[in-house]
């Protein structure tokens, strides 16, 4: 499955003062063209391969600053909305975010139950009915041995009995390996862009590495759209 969707973002503003909770548009404005363009993305992921649709998902982008953590966090919403049971991981245990998108206490999260501290369900929050959010917990020195090891494949099948889908926000591919390890744990990966900001030599290397590593690349998800050339569109197809 390819999807390709446009997203015009207006986070800047919140993003400059420190606001990570202006990111969510599908729950502050619904009638909002972003937000439709998130519900088509839900609606591609739904239905695009109805026989072994991907339940768990990593999102990446090729560089930092691209807009993946907000494209995570709305899609987990629209899910949720759609009654799926959603669960959003948190995986970038370098620069983590979700937590400050959702205004959520990040104390005990990922790290702590990947190292036996805490159980995955002690871990989670329910911002939204059918949304939980694990956040990353504390920043340790040691990431991608953590995202490679056993523990953190079993909570990975943990999650994905007790969930409908499971969403992992993942670093960038350009610094560091993590968001490859984390592409094999996933059923695939949604890459997304930023049309202002993208390079297209990136582009070209994060799909090579993804490829490298036999990622599920499930498709794009342009964000930052100028919504005045023509707000959003939407492509899919199989293949």
Do not use: W
Request: a positive charge; proline letters at 7%; one cysteine or more.
């Amino acid at each position: 499955m390819v999807v390709r969707t446009s997203l015009r973002r207006r986070a800047r503003e919140e993003q400059r003062k420190g606001d990570l909770s202006g990111r969510l548009i599908t729950l502050h404005d619904p009638s909002d063209p972003a937000s439709e363009a998130y519900r088509t993305l839900r609606t591609g992921l739904l239905y695009a391969v109805v026989d072994a649709p991907p339940r768990v998902i990593s999102l990446t982008s090729p560089g930092p600053t691209e807009g993946k953590s907000t494209v995570c966090a709305n899609l987990g919403v629209v899910l949720a909305q759609a009654n799926k049971r959603t669960l959003l991981i948190d995986g970038d245990l370098r620069r983590p975010s979700l937590h400050a998108v959702f205004d959520l206490r990040n104390i005990n999260g990922l790290v702590n139950a990947i190292t036996g501290e805490r159980g995955l369900s002690e871990v989670l929050s329910e911002p939204l009915p059918n949304l939980r959010v694990c956040t990353s917990g504390p920043v340790p020195p040691n990431p991608a041995e953590l995202l490679s090891s056993n523990r953190f494949a079993a909570l990975v099948e943990e999650a994905r009995q007790g969930f409908d889908y499971v969403l992992i926000d993942s670093p960038p591919v350009e610094p560091v390996a993590d968001p490859l390890i984390l592409a094999t744990h996933a059923d695939g990966v949604l890459l997304v862009l930023d049309a202002q900001r993208t390079r297209k030599g990136a582009l070209r290397k994060a799909l090579h590495d993804l490829r490298g590593v036999k990622a599920n690349v499930l498709g794009t998800v342009m964000n930052n759209f100028d919504g005045k050339r023509g707000g959003y569109a939407y492509h899919g197809y199989t293949r």
